[in-house]
T-cell receptor
Framework: SAVISQKPSRDICQRGTSLTIQCQVD?????MFWYRQQPGQSLTLIAT?????????ESGFVIDKFPISRPNLTFSTLTVSNMSPEDSSIYLC????????????FGPGTRLTVL | AQRVTQPEKLLSVFKGAPVELKCNYS??????LFWYVQYSRQRLQLLLR??SRESIKGFTADLNKGETSFHLKKPFAQEEDSAMYYC??????????????FGKGTLLTVNP
């Protein structure tokens, strides 16, 4: 298993600003994932972050809007840039730490509100 | 493309009644299916995976490839089962990066 923490747990931001969300894992993991959960919606994968390489973004998400860093095997950041109210969501990081592909452990999430 | 459908947004049952949360998937390769659960004020966590064929907290789920379904069942629901349940598919084919695709979730309420 893996224990994941995220900072901040929530934030209220102004339109046009940027917010960086941190994700810390208590063990070394190869793959980290960033998801978005918009109000009333399911989780949508934003990107996969592997240490030592550039993040892989899903369709509809671009690096300029959601830059990701992965400096080591226990830490990653996601920045939400030039925010608009449509970016109001819960952002979650997760890691693959189970026995099978698809078995992921999730952080508590960051609840972002953009005014 | 991989897709997961949970047709019921809300499901309400009485304690002791059987419960079935439906999940259908669409995927051209060989899928791996999971059920994740999120209890109130807790983080999302894995409930069970089809490959293990296990029973967790009395819940079971059988992968039916003919019907492309992975319904979650429990014969006697308990109040503590009240939570949001997500069906998820892990697709891997041709060596491309796999990803976990979630359904929209079903909010289960077990009434006393």
């Amino acid at each position: 298993s893996a224990v994941i923490s995220q900072k901040p747990s929530r934030d209220i931001c102004q339109r046009g600003t940027s917010l960086t969300i941190q994700c810390q894992v208590d063990s070394q993991v190869t793959m980290m994932f960033w998801y978005r959960q918009q109000p009333g919606q399911s989780l949508t994968l934003i990107a996969t972050a592997n240490q030592g390489s550039e993040a892989t973004y899903e369709s509809g998400f671009v690096i300029d809007k959601f830059p990701i860093s992965r400096p080591n095997l226990t830490f990653s950041t996601l920045t939400v840039s030039n925010m608009s109210p449509e970016d109001s969501s819960i952002y979650l990081c997760s890691v693959e730490a189970g026995r099978e592909m698809g078995e992921q452990f999730f952080g508590p999430g960051t609840r972002l509100t953009v005014l | 493309a991989q897709r997961v459908t949970q047709p019921e947004k809300l499901l309400s049952v009485f304690k002791g009644a059987p419960v079935e949360l439906k999940c259908n998937y669409s995927y051209s390769g060989s899928p791996e299916l999971f059920w994740y659960v999120q209890y109130s004020r807790q983080r999302l966590q894995l409930l069970l995976r089809h490959i293990s064929r296990e029973s967790i907290k009395g819940f079971t789920a059988d992968l039916n490839k003919g019907e492309t379904s992975f319904h979650l069942k429990k014969p006697f629901a308990q109040e503590e089962d009240s939570a949001m349940y997500y069906c998820a598919l892990s697709g891997s084919s041709g060596g491309s990066n796999y990803k976990l695709t979630f359904g929209k979730g079903t909010l289960l309420t077990v009434n006393p």
